[in-house]
T-cell receptor, first 111, second 113 residues
Framework: RKEVEQDPGPFNVPEGATVAFNCTYSNSASQSFFWYRQDCRKEPKLLMSVYSSGNEDGRFTAQLNRASQYISLLIRDSKLSDSATYLC????????????FGAGTRLFVKA | EAQVTQNPRYLITVTGKKLTVTCSQNMNHEYMSWYRQDPGLGLRQIYY???????DKGDVPEGYKVSRKEKRNFPLILESPSPNQTSLYFCASSFGGQKNIQYFGAGTRLSVL
């Protein structure tokens, strides 16, 4: 089983739609969680950190469920510019600074 | 401007010809890391370094070497490249610690013929 698993998609949604991605992780001792965004073969960039209490940044909401070991990303009112791959990222205490990336979920937003 | 700089951005080489991909950061980050990204597999860590002269293997270190003689630089060395090392490579840096938010270079697309 992969340490971090995501549905690869693709998710094809119309502009204005709400879309949600989930990600599961296997190490219950994982300490910090993030969503990164990656545009076509460019470098990943931090989208947002994920906190247990949930956090929101404009149209984006991230949630963490430690009991079920999953994190989620909700995008409201999708824009064409949201088309990208979204990477779930987990920091594990293993080896001090082990960062594990999910394989990514592809989103296409269409006009 | 705070950045992570990788060179070259694109490289085509032949099997067995030693090459080095350079990585430099200007943010005074302690932690640096190299990843390769292949379709369907996501980002896989090759090597990482928590500080000068401190390096350790990631998940896929075979066929690669690194060094960290200065805080800002973390070159990736392929002593004898093979076609299965054809990939997109990213260097990243951060302050480390529990949060470890990483900043990435623009990537190096390597083809080994």
């Amino acid at each position: 089983r992969k340490e971090v698993e995501q549905d690869p998609g693709p998710f094809n949604v119309p502009e204005g739609a709400t879309v949600a991605f989930n990600c599961t992780y296997s190490n219950s001792a994982s300490q910090s969680f993030f969503w990164y965004r990656q545009d076509c073969r460019k470098e990943p960039k931090l989208l947002m950190s994920v906190y247990s209490s949930g956090n929101e940044d404009g149209r984006f909401t991230a949630q963490l469920n430690r009991a079920s070991q999953y994190i989620s990303l909700l995008i409201r009112d999708s824009k064409l510019s949201d088309s990208a791959t979204y990477l779930c990222v987990v920091n594990s205490p293993t080896g001090g600074f082990k960062t594990i990336f999910g394989a990514g979920t592809r989103l296409f937003v269409k006009a | 401007e705070a950045q992570v700089t990788q060179n070259p951005r694109y490289l085509i080489t032949v099997t067995g010809k030693k090459l080095t991909v350079t990585c430099s950061q200007n943010m005074n980050h302690e932690y640096m890391s190299w990843y390769r990204q292949d379709p369907g597999l996501g980002l896989r860590q090759i090597y990482y370094s928590m500080n000068v002269e401190v390096t350790d293997k990631g998940d896929v270190p075979e066929g690669y070497k690194v060094s960290r003689k200065e805080k800002r630089n973390f070159p990736l060395i392929l002593e004898s490249p093979s076609p299965n090392q054809t990939s997109l490579y990213f260097c990243a840096s951060s302050f480390g610690g529990q949060k470890n938010i990483q900043y990435f270079g623009a990537g190096t697309r390597l083809s080994v013929l």
